[in-house]
């Protein structure tokens, strides 16, 4: 009987002895998660996704990251360990580009750097600054990289002047690539994202000829400019020859009531009486002639 019980014992001891290994053999559990390592981006330098033209304005989908895994990153090349795709967004193309062609630095100069109009201008062009409103300027809706039309509109007010040639309108110079709006020389550049923020320019710089640039001078000073903004899918449409003739538009091309107005009348011509008489007095007497 007492052996027994001394084995029933043990073998109690036993189970407890095992029981309590297996309790502290198991993890522990603490009250907070840990957190799983962030993924390490492998190092990738900027491409152009596209053929790309000198004096170009660099747009978002222009250039691309392409992976490195050829050691480490030469000095010169744009890095997306080091740099951000927007910091070279609106910058300025100094050479063409091949699609896939790594963008080193010093091939694009970014606005506010020395000479950047001078790179976006193609070469033996000119920057030619316009003044322009409101309404003339598309209500601050043309940014840097379109392309528009520049219309003259001119009035005349000569009293003999008919009804219908009281104002012309006619387009100058087509398809001009805009340089710049007031001093922001890219989209990005000038801050406004919201529409309903977007300033009122006071310039437009546009790229002519030398030909040209003379020529919107000379309508500056004429009548008053307007900007018609072109659309992308016809901006490879011919532009207007200097020497093309423009077919203007007139008043009356307008508003055919104005056909209906009378010419003003012309002013009566003075009539010419006989010149009147003139005395002339030799002493006392007088002699009228």
Same mark, same amino acid.
């Given at each position: ?35 799983? @390592? ?41 890095? #997306? ?120 320019? #006071? ?26 903004? #072109? ?16 077919? @203007? ?20 011509? @003075? ?19």
């Amino acid at each position: 009987m007492l052996m027994r019980i001394l084995l029933i014992a043990l073998v109690s001891l036993s189970v407890g002895i095992v029981g309590l290994v297996v309790v502290r053999s198991m993890p522990k559990e603490t009250g907070t998660a840990v957190a799983a @390592p962030v993924p390490v981006l492998g190092s990738a330098i900027l491409v152009a996704a596209r053929p790309i033209a000198a004096g170009s304005l660099l747009r978002a989908d222009d250039v691309r990251w392409q992976d490195w895994s050829s050691g480490d990153i030469p000095s010169g090349y744009y890095s #997306r360990a080091a740099n951000q795709l927007d910091a070279v967004t609106g910058s300025v193309a100094r050479r063409n580009l091949v699609a896939n062609e790594p963008v080193m630095q010093g091939q694009i100069v970014s606005p506010g750097e020395r000479g950047f109009l001078a790179a976006v201008l193609t070469p033996g062009n000119r920057a030619v600054a316009v003044a322009v409103d409101a309404v003339s300027a598309a209500s601050g809706l043309i940014w840097p990289g379109d392309r528009v039309d520049l219309i003259l509109t001119q009035t005349f007010e000569q009293e003999d002047t008919k009804p219908t040639q009281k104002a012309v309108g006619e387009t100058v110079l087509s398809d001009l690539r805009v340089l710049a709006i007031d001093q922001h020389l890219n989209e990005a550049s000038s801050g406004q994202s919201d529409p309903g923020e977007l300033k009122v320019p #006071r310039t437009v710089t546009l790229e002519a000829t030398s030909r040209q640039a003379e020529m919107i001078s000379v309508a500056s000073g004429l009548g008053r400019l307007a900007l018609a903004l #072109r659309s992308v899918a016809t901006e490879h449409e011919p532009e207007i020859a200097l020497n093309e003739k423009v077919s @203007p538009t007139w008043a009356a091309d307008v508003s055919p009531a104005l056909a209906l107005q009378k010419p003003p009348a012309k002013a009566a011509a @003075p009539s010419h009486s006989a010149p009147a008489g003139v005395q002339i007095l030799r002493g006392s007497p007088r002699n009228g002639q």
